[in-house]
């Protein structure tokens, strides 16, 4: 673990600086101390403090201040070398939703502040006149690769139930299990996941099947998944090193195929359930079907699912073989030798269209049926594609 003091941007120490010169305190909390302590990069760096948002706007007059949550005492700096959201001192007043706090109050004990956060990874903070504070024993946690709630589980996953699932994508992300009796609040309070909202709730399921971790944090709370989506109830999953060797998305869509009867339906509706967007969806639905329909072993297969799919669904939909031990990383050879060799795969690429048809006698459905005809027998290496005998061809085989 990096306990070295933490070599902050210019920016923050600026911000820091400046509280403590005119008596408030000021600390950079939460993911950046966490990710400094783990060695992991640090893209924001959040600072909490004891002044109050309307003294930190006349601190801070001369320089760039939005009003991004004002409402629960947050304002951005936007300096030179990047944006500083700053958060007052608060405390959460009663939950009345399993989400948002009724009230919130601001506070001028760092402690108040510290106790509200979710986990005691997340629950330090750092100064360079202080150094780092650690009030729950998140070092702890980190040496022993735990996320643990701050204070009561049970009490904080009702609070806001969201915290649940920023535990599971904490824990994947980092590689870290969750502690035994956060663990057990967690499937003790898991249905209270239905009051989240959707999107947010897609967010960290995304970040959860992005992490490292992901294998086992599925295999584990397969029970929570269910109550997000319930086209997963019954959980499967893929082989552990294939998974884990897949992207996020390949991920996802085997554990579809490995889970459902129908995973091309069932995909869809948990993905329109959980608002992902339409484009994302369509793609994986095409590579479920390409892969369930086609022949994905051989080059004539290969080129038949380019021309019925897409080339970036072929490519997904052999992913997902590899990832659920159908298909090989050979299979994915064959897929770049066909798009190197330049060889038709789309009508396109036919040295015949749908005018040449028509100048041959061809007429309504029957030009889009001869088309189809003709690129298969390209594909399959029965006709050449050359306009003399592609028109031998389909004049043959109207006469047959
Ligand atoms: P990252 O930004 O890398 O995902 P982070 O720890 O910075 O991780 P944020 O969601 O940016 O996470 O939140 C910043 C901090 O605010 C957290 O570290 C935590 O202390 C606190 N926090 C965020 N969400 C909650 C929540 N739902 N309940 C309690 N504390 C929270
Ligand atoms: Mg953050």
């Known amino acids: ?18 509280y403590l010169s005119v008596g408030h305190d000021a600390y950079i909390v939460g993911g950046a101390v966490r990710n400094h302590l783990l060695g992991l990069p640090i893209y924001d760096y959040d600072i909490t403090t004891s002044a109050t948002p309307e003294e930190t ?8 201040i939005v009003d991004t949550g004002i409402r629960h005492g947050t304002v951005t700096l936007v300096l030179d070398d990047g944006q500083y959201e700053i958060t007052t001192f608060r405390t959460d007043g009663e939950y009345l ?14 402690d108040d502040d510290l106790s509200r956060r979710d986990f005691t990874v997340n629950a330090m903070c750092y100064n360079d006149a202080v150094g780092f504070v650690d009030r729950f024993s998140g070092m702890a946690d980190i040496r022993a690769g735990l996320i643990r709630a701050v204070g009561e589980p049970a009490v904080r996953f009702s609070e806001d139930a969201l915290r649940i699932l920023r535990a599971l994508r904490f824990a994947s992300t980092l590689g870290f299990r969750i502690e035994k009796e956060t663990a057990a609040a967690i499937l003790e309070k898991k249905e209270l996941l239905s009051s989240v909202s959707r ?3 897609f967010t960290e399921w995304r970040k959860t099947l992005e992490g490292s971790g992901s294998y086992d944090i599925l295999t584990y709370y397969k029970v929570v998944i269910s109550v997000i989506s319930p ?10 090193d294939r998974f884990s060797s897949a992207e996020w998305y390949i991920r996802q869509l085997g554990l579809f195929l490995a889970s459902s009867e129908d995973p091309v339906s069932s995909f869809g509706a948990a ?23 086609e022949r994905l072993d051989n080059t004539v297969g290969i080129k038949t699912a380019i021309y019925h799919f897409g080339t970036d669904a072929v490519r997904d939909a052999i992913s997902l073989g590899i990832l659920t031990d159908r298909l090989s990383a050979e299979n994915m050879k064959a897929l770049d ?11 396109s690429g036919l040295e015949i269209d749908g005018r040449g048809l028509i100048s041959l006698g061809f007429v309504g459905e029957e030009v889009g ?6 690129m298969l027998a390209v594909i399959r290496g029965e006709c050449p594609n050359e306009r003399e005998a592609l028109v031998e061809y389909i004049l043959g085989e109207a006469l047959r």
């Open 231 to 240: 086209e997963l109830e019954g959980l499967e999953l893929p082989q552990r």
């Open 199 to 201: 999107e947010r709730i």
């Open 271 to 293: 993905m329109r359930s959980l608002r992902a967007d339409n484009f994302r969806i369509r793609q994986g639905a095409s590579a479920l079907s390409c892969l369930l329909s």
């Open 97 to 110: 939703d399993n989400r948002h706090p009724s009230s919130i109050c601001f506070s001028r004990s760092l």
């Open 337 to 347: 030798s066909v798009i190197d060799s330049g060889e038709p795969t789309s009508l």
């Open 1 to 18: 673990m990096n306990t070295q003091p933490m070599s902050l941007p210019d920016g923050a120490k600026y911000i820091l600086e400046r």
């Open 57 to 64: 706007k006349e601190l801070f007059s001369l320089d760039r």
């Open 369 to 374: 049926r001869a088309l189809d005809r003709l």
